[in-house]
């Protein structure tokens, strides 16, 4: 090895005070013997993260004066050369040591040996909550990046697929890797994707929404310009069709690019479903979509500004289910609104068993107290009951988060001007859609600009015989799926 300088040289001490503070590091003083010569050596390795019984079975331990030998160690270790300075020198060591690997340093010689015995904590691959299986496998991502890889890997037992792997985070060492299938992908997504990994400069990646919010075409957009899943046999459906995805270490979901407003309404379920139930499925969430943000801004508006647009029998019964509260039919909708998303929080927060049962019932048993209380109207309850159950439908819980705000800001466009308040909160939110790209692709696509093969195979699943193309709007290198049946 090359001389070093005494700052620069690697002691017994230095590794002992770069670890000192450091409790789950186990550092144990061993003897190397070589014929008649022997040398004393370090070894460090972090016990929670090595296979502890291998170890074990790898040292000689003498009874007799305390002391190990790890010369069996040594034909199964290799040799590390260490050309950094520093603390790069420091973050090297450090980071073998915490990915499993157990370290031996011989100071006499200046020698450094690494041996992987990783064994890491981690889960089985079993369903994931946020998408429930019917017809489909159940195996779900788990916070293991070697793992999902190979979940990915088992569906698709090809060269060409490609996985490239990052570290991000100057302290926290995460990795990252990048799925794509090489002869489908655009070659543009996939260097516009490595390009703005390689872009991040932080100190922790610690989630994979980190990462999603971090190379999104605009940080701050409400709603999500990138998709998720849990799902492998969603995510190899993604890159067969020209997509490509991220996986990041500790995180149990997938990252999904590029995204549009319609890949945000399928479901991991919608390949192993019928085609005719499937299309009607995705019809019933955009419509659950448009019912979420924009019905109780409708039912307001019409309410306070434009009575004689109502049915005279329903406009009667409405007048008379409202007499006594003391509250303006904007302020009612509002107070029920937050009640509604104060329930759905608490039931989010508490434990699963009991979460749902608190805010169905809790809804239940608040709102028929405060209508028997004269609080707020039969009628505006059913209509924000609607309105907030109507989001449950959605795949994606980002979206959500989205239609709650959208939610709050029509209604305010419609407390204030009724119904020209409601068309131009549409109108802004259309526009605001429209000026959305997610990796260069429109957001809106195959809506604007308008396609309608690419609308048709958006909105209804094609029986598989008819799905021969590939979406041009991915723009993959290979557009063809299938070859022609003979019938």
Known sequence: MPNKTSKDKLTNDRLLRWFQLNADVEVQACTLQNGEDS???????????IDNAALNRLLTIHDEDASVTALPLLPLMQ???????????????A?????????????????????????????????????????????????????????VRRRMRSTSLCMEQFELGQRSHTRVTLLYIKDIANPELVHEARERIRD??????????????????RPYSMFPLLDYSGRPDFVVDCLVRGRIALLVDGSANAIIAPANFSLLLKSSE???????????????????????IFLIGFWVALLNYHQEQFPLSLLSTVIVSRQGVPMSVPTEAFMILA????????????PKAIGQTLA????????ESAIRAGLTSPALVVIAAISTLSTFILVNQSLS???????????????????????????????????????????????????????????????????????????????????????
């Open 360 to 367: 169905v019932v809790g809804g239940l048993i608040i709102g």
């Open 95 to 151: 980071d073998l040591v915490f990915s499993g690997q157990a370290i031996l340093f011989v100071e006499q010689r200046q020698l450094l040996y690494r041996m992987d015995l990783a064994c890491l904590p981690k889960r089985s691959p079993d369903e994931t909550n946020t998408e429930a299986s019917i017809r489909g496998p159940r195996d779900g991502f788990v916070e293991d990046i070697g793992v999902n890889a190979a979940l």
């Open 270 to 292: 919608d390949a192993h479903a019928p085609y005719v139930f499937v299309a009607f499925e995705r019809i019933a969430r955009l419509f659950g979509l448009l019912v979420s």
């Open 401 to 487: 988060g989205a239609v709650a705000l959208l939610r709050i800001f029509v209604l305010a466009g419609a407390s204030l001007m009724g119904m020209y308040g409601f068309l131009g909160s549409l109108f802004l939110i259309l526009l605001y859609l429209a000026n959305l790209r997610s990796f260069g692709m429109p957001y809106l696509a195959p809506i604007s600009p308008l396609s309608f093969k690419g609308l048709l195979t958006a909105m209804l699943r094609l029986p598989w015989k008819k799905m021969n193309q590939r979406s041009r709007l991915l723009k993959p290198i290979d557009n063809t799926r299938q070859g022609e049946r003979s019938e």
């Open 39 to 49: 040398f004393e050596a370090l070894l460090l390795f972090s016990p929670g993260m």
């Open 200 to 217: 991040i400069k932080i100190d922790a990646l610690i989630s994979g929404a980190q990462l999603e919010e971090l190379i999104s075409d």
């Open 79 to 93: 040799p590390v050369e260490i050309t950094e300075q520093g603390e790069e020198k420091e973050a090297l060591i």
């Open 339 to 350: 009640l509604f998303e104060i329930l759905r929080e608490a039931g989010a927060r508490l």
